[in-house]
T-cell receptor
Framework: DAGITQSPRHKVTETGTPVTLRCHQT?????MYWYRQDPGHGLRLIHY???????DKGEVSDGYSVSRSKTEDFLLTLESATSSQTSVYFC?????????????FGPGTRLTVL | GQQVMQIPQYQHVQEGEDFTTYCNSS?????IQWYKQRPGGHPVFLIQ?????EVKKQKRLTFQFGEAKKNSSLHITATQTTDVGTYFC??????????FGIGTKLQVIP
């Protein structure tokens, strides 16, 4: 395990409410990622971070924002949740300098938007 | 980033039968990775292939990287119920990023 925790693990919310998911890592890794997983779509990158305050968009970033004010925490915010954002969200890290982009995932957050 | 097509999306096998999933790219890949996700769990890295024609084995799992580095396969010999899950391939998707295939969901019938 790469020392990654996600909170909450489950959340049910209503359309239009803001939601923040937290990813916490204990090993000082530089690169962190947020993915969503949906049936028929696999894992799709939402946003990623390559350092404190350094973030960039992935392929499905609309409706999401992120922040990384500390190395250990990467927050994903749904500004105004919609039913299409019902999904399982995974945080991941990769290990810099290891000549690889291997992803190590957290346990996931199951989000339901009613 | 690179796009990878993965087939099949679903596979049901009788326990003891073999299973193969395939991953294809239209462009040459610098490497390809394979992950396994158990039901209700998170994806877990299995292996990375880098060299043309590379073959690696992990017990009953055999991973191959094509000579042209555009395709890869994962073969499981004599499946067991512990093999149940979704298997993903992943290709480099830009600096320190990967792009995942859609995954192959394997069901093993005891």
């Amino acid at each position: 395990d790469a020392g990654i925790t996600q909170s909450p693990r489950h959340k049910v919310t209503e359309t239009g409410t803001p939601v923040t998911l937290r990813c916490h890592q204990t090993e000082n890794h530089r690169y962190m990622y947020w993915y969503r997983q949906d049936p028929g779509h696999g894992l799709r990158l939402i946003h990623y971070s390559y350092g404190v305050k350094d973030t960039d968009k992935g392929e499905v970033s609309d409706g999401y924002s992120v922040s990384r004010s500390k190395t250990e925490d990467f927050l994903l915010t749904l500004e105004s949740a919609t039913s299409s954002q019902t999904s399982v969200y995974f945080c991941a890290i990769s290990i810099a300098g290891a000549n690889t982009d291997t992803q190590y995932f957290g346990p996931g957050t199951r989000l339901t938007v009613l | 980033g690179q796009q990878v097509m993965q087939i099949p999306q679903y596979q049901h096998v009788q326990e003891g039968e073999d299973f193969t999933t395939y991953c294809n790219s239209s462009t040459t890949l610098s490497n390809i990775q394979w992950y396994k996700q158990r039901p209700g769990g998170h994806p877990v890295f299995l292996i990375q292939l880098v060299k043309s024609g590379e073959v690696k084995k992990q017990k009953r799992l055999t991973f191959q990287f094509g000579e042209a580095k555009k395709n890869s396969s994962l073969h499981i010999t004599a499946t067991q119920t512990t093999d149940v899950g979704t298997y993903f391939c992943a290709a480099p998707g830009g600096y320190q990023k990967v792009t995942f295939g859609i995954g192959t969901k394997l069901q093993v019938i005891p």
